[in-house]
């Protein structure tokens, strides 16, 4: 990048001065500054809970600073609403979107749009808009979908169409990337490339060092709530960068032994899910999975990834098929009961954790035995062993590194990162002979995501079978020992781990992908 | 959030519905001074009348059982993410469960295994009528709110059928069963401290409400420390959830909502077998819905729904007394005061917590987790 | 025959009649809870707004006056559960249920307080009532056989008021599903930090939900007082708010088929009152508290039978706190 | 001295029929002697006897309850208090300190049931009860006996309010209901039911037709639309509780008031006069009479809980 050394130069666009920001005792944001110059992209990292959409969000007026100020184009503004934000040219697309998902597209476009009392004139234009923006930035979307039926990839679209809608200048994205594919990441990319030409300011919150690399032209690493370090991309490299988020030195590659299959513990033959209203969502997959092998399953989300994980689970019952594991037979005449499987060793990290694998209200005890609460081991007669659960949780919270490791705390209270780390410390500590995987890392920092690949192997090398479900290439071909590639509810291809490559994977699923461009159904 | 509440904790419990209650108390006030009483005197002869005699008291915690009763039954539904404003129609036909088998039985048996009978009959009954639209919600998808409001309806027509063309005690004006025979009456508290000595005036107060606080505990072990009430609680608090665990959230309605039915059928218990000693119309008396209040208020866990409870009948019995007492203050007059008792230390309750908790804080812990 | 056919327009004229409050409250919930605010004080509101109205138009000489009044208090009431659980976060359940005791009392401590007839109010006379407006050329129709009976007696003849509850449906419709007011405000039901982070007032929206609720309950209840009967009388909503409440759910939080409820709920009601007392053949009279269930029982089967699941707008019952 | 009290049930003291009978009689005692009394309204069962006893309690004597759900409250406080003087209206307890009080709804009934008859041009009538009770029965059958012997092919159509307590107390279903009764045909309706029976009296009103009121004289409510009102004389009878109590002439037992007591029967004032002729009024007369010699049985549903004797 040839025009590192000027990026310094351009004035800046937006400015926060000493940004500071307390939840009751937490202090999320400690006097932060930070400086984004006109028409660049400016990369934020830092590790989960480190204030940086806590920051994001008070530039964009959803929260209040206590003390500080934002400049904007050189003139002090307040914002005291994203309204105030909003008129200033600064949007955000939010790390948990921000959509009505009973709403089309369309109807999402102008919710925020000022304008005349009636509706259709507004839909009317938003429709023309609409289309000339997915022209221009090949952000192509059907304007009439409903967004609860669009895949991720889809829906963040809309929530960048709806920035461009509104006339942004300068663009906040928190997290944009966790939920995309290779490929959608990449179209992404190109649209924030295709918006810094036209002098849009964007503000790209990532987990991602690599995607910092590969598109922002500064970046600022926060830690604890403070901004630790502003650096120019050119000049810096993702060791350091890690190195500043986490406070130590990161390993980034993993030393993958090779496996040993053992027996073949998951077999499944001729399996088909029919959802809700009659679509088939997986059609006649076949596989094994051996035990002390990773297998992948690769492919653009909303091909059928999730239902067949739910199948597996004994979470969705199937009209087609047959699924062997430890001993028992699934068939659609003998319903696999989530409860019974888990007792045999199947262990299921779902791939909504949130939405699946916890209950959100309950304190982090209570959903370390969420699916084991039959379990003896916790109860005594009738009563459940509060002492002896805590404990366990307590251990668990240790070993997986939960912060903050207090077994009391509301689910939710927790960053996404660390309510991940809960819910696979829950399921791998039963030493599973079966282990359903879905998204391990989505949304987890760089440090949390090392330690969750770590273990995986290690589940492997003591004999677990593993199915992994993951979006992120890069995931699965540091993992799987065997890939395969999912579209449309069919396995379409099959790749051994260690010649595979992002190429020739990304190709399997775009190649079959072609006739399904957008994603969106 | 937990970690970071700085101001002490009797501030938050204890202090603020205390200041909410007055704030209640003030504006009744107000009212009470517009119709020409004095409000002092007002307060006093309430509070006097709710807690100052022993009478008093006996009324106030007859009352607090029944809303007891019914407020857990709220709560316990309300926790598998259930609304059951069915709680008057439950505890009207765990009445007549409790009727018909003292009815049935009172010549013949001794008064624990009647007593028997009574607690497992009201709770059946409850639990019967509430299992239908338990069960509608489960496997029919029917809004357990409308089925619940329906079999309140429902629950009246059919006592009222009972009890005029059934039940009657022959050749009498007034559409109730006979008496129950003195052996099926449990025991009042006046008559229960006797036996150990304790005079105490008579009240309606009776053993039910050791089988009210016995439930409360029940419940609190239910909810909190039994896999039974893990599970009703993964329900409520997030279905898909329940359902990646191995739990069916479909029999978990259906058996939270028995559960409800038989704990409001309790109502019954105490009101039939304990107070009136024999079947009559309309015993509920609104019970249900305070219920709900009640269960809300006290956050639906059974230690805030005992002091609610509490609170409410303090409020029958002082009100009733304050109605007894000045004779411009109507019972009207008291529904007012127990609505804005309601509102402020209910609906309310978060509007001047803030402020007060803020006048308490201690400087917060340097360095707090970020 | 003939008396068969005017029997069941008078029927159905008798379920429009006894469906308007509940209409009217319907709508005013539905408007309430689509932007996410439990309204169980639908019942109280009407109540305070029956009173309110009466009083008024007993004091003033003129039922409009008394509309305005029980529009006011509706609307006055709205503001106090708006203030509870919108700014302060309450509870809607027990701020709805505070209303209704509320009210309960109030009206007749009022009532005596300026009437002194024992809480109820002094009877309104023809001016001071929503009289049945008739239609033009009902005496010309008179004679058409079915077309001029229905004309008359379903069409013509009611007071203003049912029309009022009428038109409110497509109104209502209209404004949900074709003004910008309504889309954001189906959106704040759904998912307010979306409207929020939109730069739209969550507070401010789900204030005019409210408000709208209060005049529409306000309404139902001069209907009640003003219109229907012509006196209020204590609790004389006698849980029409709930019904109202429970034919919302039944219509999914949507207007037409809410319409579609009340107008089910008012039929079952009438045809209850005509089948009292009735033998009907092959069972001979059916004793009376089983025809007054009849209405709930259907109620129930219908639902079970016909209904899917509801799904209630997401953010139903749930305060708008960002900062925890 | 005497220091007379009275316990209002759930209904209240303004229940438009019975309580307010009631009240409107002790309230006259006190505009006449001055005396003041002590009064309480129940909300629920229990209240019953705790206030019957708070008021034997603070001394008040004599103690008067209203309504047959008071009895068997009554009797116990009235055991435990056997110097104090009780009266009970609608029931009977038999102590030796409590005067029993009851009506011959049926008779009073009976009457204006007569009167619709006459009066009637579509041969229809209608009753419209609160709940489905007994006493609610009593009046019925008194009322349809009275119809059919004004006119043996008259018919009566009979509906009641509902099986909440709001059924005494709802106007709207009480409209609601006399409408259905026109709508097939009857022109004249005798509401007993409290409240209720304000919406069926609008509802004759608007439609035209005539309503007969209860308890009390309720021909002033809408003048020229209520036919009569069946008079049931609690305020004389509670007026005479408390005078009897003053003058020392009060005597426990039982009193039943029926036409020859006065204790009920028809209003004829102003307000209605016009609706009934003098050659009907005549027959109401020697109806009266007839009754008080014995010489017409009117059957008392409560006397074997049937209307048929
Ligand atoms: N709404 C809130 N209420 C209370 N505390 C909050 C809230 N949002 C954030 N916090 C606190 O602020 C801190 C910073 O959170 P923030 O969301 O900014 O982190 P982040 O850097 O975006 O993390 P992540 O990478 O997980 O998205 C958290 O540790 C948390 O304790
Ligand atoms: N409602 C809340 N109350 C308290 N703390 C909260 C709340 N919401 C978020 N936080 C805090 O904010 C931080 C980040 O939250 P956020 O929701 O951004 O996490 P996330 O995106 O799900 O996390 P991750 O980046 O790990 O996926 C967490 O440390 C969490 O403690
Ligand atoms: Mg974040
Ligand atoms: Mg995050």
Redesign the pocket.
Same mark, same amino acid.
């Given at each position: 990048m040839s025009q590192a050394a000027d990026v310094a130069l351009l004035p800046p666009a937006i400015e926060l001065v000493g940004i500071d920001k307390r939840? =009751?005792a937490?202090h999320?944001?400690r006097a932060v500054s930070l400086a984004v110059a006109a028409g660049t992209i400016h990369g934020i990292v !830092? *590790?989960? !809970?480190? @204030?940086?959409?806590?920051?994001m969000?008070i530039l964009h007026g959803f929260?209040q600073a206590d003390a500080g100020e934002i400049r904007v184009d050189g003139t002090a503004i307040a914002v005291r609403s994203p309204e105030d934000a909003i008129r200033a040219g600064i949007d955000m697309v939010h790390?948990h979107f921000m959509l009505v998902s009973t709403f089309t597209v369309l109807e999402n476009l102008v919710l925020g749009v000022k304008g005349g009392w009636r509706l259709a004139p507004a839909l009317g234009r938003a429709r023309r808009e609409l289309l000339r923006l997915a022209d221009e930035f090949g952000l192509e979307i059907d304007p009439d979908a409903v967004v609860g039926d669009l895949p991720v990839g889809p829906r963040q679209r809309v929530e960048i169409l709806k920035a461009l809608y509104r006339g942004a200048r300068i663009l906040i994205l928190? *997290?944009p990337t966790s939920v995309l594919t290779p490929a959608e990441t990449a179209r992404l990319f190109a649209v924030l490339r295709a918006l810094k030409a036209r002098g849009v300011t964007v503000v790209l919150?990532t987990?991602k060092l690599r995607e910092i690399m590969e598109i922002t032209d500064t970046v600022s690493v +926060?830690r604890q =709530?403070a901004m630790v370090a502003h650096r120019v991309t050119a000049e810096t490299d993702r060791e350091s960068l890690a190195e500043l988020m986490v406070g130590r030195k990161v390993p980034l590659g993993l030393d993958k032994q090779a496996a040993r299959p053992g027996d073949v513990a998951l077999a499944v033959r001729g399996l088909s899910v029919v959802d809700d209203l009659g679509v088939t969502r997986v059609d006649d997959v076949g596989f094994e999975v051996r035990a002390g092998e990773i297998v992948g399953i690769a492919g653009v989300s909303g091909n059928g990834q999730s239902e067949l994980l739910a199948a597996l689970a004994g979470m969705e019952p199937f009209p087609q098929g047959e699924v062997r594991f430890a001993g028992t037979v699934m068939t659609p005449a003998l319903p696999g009961d989530p409860g019974d499987l888990r007792t045999r060793g199947l262990a299921h990290v779902p791939e909504d954790r949130l939405g699946d694998g916890v209950v959100g209200a309950f304190p982090a005890w209570e959903n370390v035995i969420l699916g084991y609460h039959d379990d003896p081991a916790y109860r005594r007669v009738v009563l459940i062993d509060r002492p002896a659960i805590l404990a366990d949780c307590a251990a668990k919270m240790a070993k997986y590194d939960v912060r903050p490791a207090d077994p009391h705390l509301a689910t939710h !209270?927790f960053? =996404? !990162?660390n309510q991940q780390k809960l819910v696979i410390a829950r399921e791998l500590e039963r030493a599973p002979s079966v282990l359903l995987v879905g998204q391990p890392t989505r @949304?987890v920092?760089i440090g949390a995501i090392e330690f969750i690949h770590k273990t995986l192997l290690a589940m492997r090398d003591a004999g677990c079978a593993v199915l992994l479900v993951s979006v992120e290439l890069e995931e699965i071909m540091a993992l799987a020992d065997r890939i395969l590639v999912m579209f449309e509810g069919r396995i379409v291809g099959e790749v051994a781990g260690e010649t595979a490559d992002e190429r020739t994977l990304g190709l399997l699923m775009a190649n079959a992908a072609e006739g399904d461009g957008d994603g969106s159904r | +959030?937990a970690r970071g509440e700085a101001a002490p904790a009797w501030v938050g419990h204890v202090l603020v519905p205390l200041v909410n209650l007055a704030l209640a108390f003030l504006v009744s006030g107000l009212i009470v001074l517009a119709i020409g009483e004095d409000p002092l005197e007002a307060v006093v002869i309430l509070v006097r009348g709710a807690v100052g005699f022993e009478e008093a008291i006996g009324y106030t915690l007859y009352y607090a059982t029944n809303i007891m009763f019914a407020g857990l039954a709220v709560a316990v539904a309300f926790h598998a993410g259930l609304f059951n404003i069915g709680g008057e129609g439950q505890a009207y036909i765990g009445g007549l469960g409790v009727g018909v088998a003292l009815l049935a039985f009172d010549a013949h048996l001794p008064l624990p295994i009647l007593l028997l009978i009574s607690i497992l009959a009201s709770a059946a009954f409850g639990a019967a009528w509430a299992w239908i639209p338990g069960y509608l919600q489960a496997r029919r998808g029917s809004h357990v709110v409308i089925t619940t409001i329906m079999f309140n309806f429902i629950a009246f027509a059919l006592m009222n059928y009972l009890l005029v063309n059934v039940l009657i005690q022959p050749g009498q004006m007034s559409p109730q069963s006979r008496e129950f025979e003195p052996v099926a009456w449990l025991p009042f508290a006046h008559e229960a401290l006797g036996w150990f000595g304790i005079q105490v005036t008579r009240s309606p107060l009776n053993l039910s409400l050791l089988w009210a606080l016995a439930c409360c505990l029940l419940v609190w072990l239910l909810i909190w420390r039994t896999r039974w009430g893990y599970r009703i609680r993964v329900v409520g608090g997030n279905e898909p959830a329940a359902r990646y665990a191995g739990i069916d959230p479909a029999k978990v309605v259906i058996a939270t909502m028995c559960v409800s039915g038989a704990l409001a059928g309790f109502v019954g218990l105490n009101e039939i077998m304990g107070v009136q000693h024999r079947l009559l119309l309309n015993f509920t008396a609104g019970y249900g819905f305070v219920g709900i209040a009640a269960a809300l208020m006290g956050r639906n866990h059974p230690l805030g729904i005992i002091l609610a409870s509490l609170l409410f009948g303090a409020l029958y019995q002082g009100g009733a007394e304050l109605a007894f007492e000045m004779p411009r203050i109507t019972r009207e007059l008291v529904v007012v005061i127990q609505g804005l008792v309601i509102l402020f230390s209910g609906a309310l309750e978060h509007m001047l917590r803030p402020r007060i908790e803020a006048m308490f804080r201690r400087p917060a812990p340097a360095g707090g987790? =970020? | 025959m003939d008396e068969h056919f005017l029997l069941a327009v008078l029927t159905l004229d008798a379920t429009l009649r006894v469906a308007t409050p509940l209409i009217l409250c319907a709508m005013a919930g539905l408007i309430s809870e689509r932007s996410g605010i439990i309204d169980i004080s639908l019942e109280g509101k009407m109540l305070g707004a029956a009173f309110a109205a009466a009083a008024v138009a007993h004091v003033s000489g003129s039922e409009w006056v008394g509309l305005l009044a029980a529009v006011l208090t509706g609307a006055m009431l709205s503001l106090v559960h708006g203030f509870a659980c919108i700014t302060h976060n309450g509870s809607q359940v027990v701020s709805g249920v505070a209303v209704n005791i509320l009210m309960s009392g109030l009206t007749v401590t009022l009532g005596i307080a300026w009437f002194a007839q024992g809480g109820q109010t002094p009877g309104l006379g023809e001016a001071e009532r929503f009289r049945p407006l008739l239609w033009p050329g009902t005496e010309a129709l008179r004679e058409v056989p079915v077309l001029g009976t229905l004309y008359r007696e379903l069409l013509s003849g009611h007071n203003l008021l049912v029309y009022v509850a009428l038109a409110a449906v497509p109104l209502v419709w209209w404004g949900l599903y074709r003004t910008r007011f309504g889309l954001r405000l189906r959106a704040v039901g759904e998912n307010p930090e979306a409207v929020d982070t939109a730069g739209i007032s969550v507070a401010w929206l789900r204030y005019r939900a409210v408000l709208l609720a209060g005049l529409l309950a306000g309404i139902a209840g001069a209907y009640l007082s003003t219109a229907q009967n012509g006196a209020f009388v204590r609790d004389m909503t006698a849980g029409q708010g709930y019904i109202a409440l429970a034919a919302m759910i039944f219509g999914k939080w949507r207007p037409v088929p809410a319409l579609g409820a009340c107008l089910l709920f008012g039929f079952l009601d009438a045809l209850a009152v005509r089948l009292q007392g009735v033998a009907l053949p092959g069972v001979g009279e059916i004793p009376v508290q089983f025809i007054q269930a009849l209405p709930y029982v259907l109620t129930v089967v219908l639902l079970a039978g016909f209904m899917g699941r509801a799904v209630a707008p997401k953010a139903i019952g749930i305060p708008y706190v960002? *900062?925890? | 001295e005497l220091s007379p009290a009275v316990v209002f049930d759930m209904g209240g003291k303004f229940d438009k029929s019975f309580n307010e009978g009631v009240w409107n009689g002790i309230e006259r005692f006190k505009t006449e002697t001055g005396v003041k009394y002590r009064e309480f309204e129940v909300t629920n069962e229990t209240q019953r006897e705790q206030a019957l006893r708070r008021m034997a309690q603070r001394g008040a004597d004599p103690v008067l309850g209203i309504g047959f759900a008071q009895a068997p409250a009554l009797e116990k406080v009235a055991k435990e208090f056997p110097e104090t003087r009780f009266a009970i209206i609608d029931m009977v307890v038999d102590l030796p300190n409590v005067q029993s009080i009851v009506f011959k709804e049926h008779e009073g009934s009976f009457l204006v049931g007569a009167l619709a008859a006459a009066t009637s041009k579509t041969g229809k009538v209608g009753f419209i009860g609160g709940m489905d009770i007994p006493l609610i029965r009593r009046f019925a059958c008194g009322y349809v006996q009275g119809v059919k012997h004004g006119n043996a092919k008259a018919e009566v159509l009979q509906n009641m309010t509902g099986t909440t307590p709001a059924a005494w107390n709802n106007p709207t279903k009480g409209g609601e209901l006399a409408r259905s009764q026109f709508d097939r045909g009857a022109d004249i309706v005798y509401a007993a039911a409290g409240g209720t029976g304000v919406g069926v009296m609008q509802a004759a009103k608007d439609a035209g037709k005539l309503a007969i009121g209860v308890d009390s004289n309720q021909n002033h409510i809408h003048p020229g639309t209520i036919l009569t009102s069946m008079l049931k004389r609690v305020d004389v009878a509670a007026y005479n509780v408390f005078k009897t109590a003053m003058d020392g002439t009060w005597k426990p037992g039982i009193q039943v008031l029926g036409l020859a007591e006065d204790g009920v029967g028809w209003a004829l004032d102003g307000n209605n006069d016009k609706l009934v002729d003098a050659g009907t009024r005549a027959m109401m007369d020697s109806l009266r009479a007839d009754i008080i010699a014995g010489k017409i049985k009117v059957h008392d549903y409560m006397s074997n809980n049937s209307c048929e004797g």
């Open positions: 939840f =009751g937490v999320a944001n !830092g *590790e989960n !809970g480190a @204030g940086k959409s806590t920051l969000n929260y790390q928190d *997290e919150i987990h +926060m =709530g !209270g960053s =996404g !990162g @949304g920092d | +959030m987790e =970020g | 960002k *900062e925890r | -």
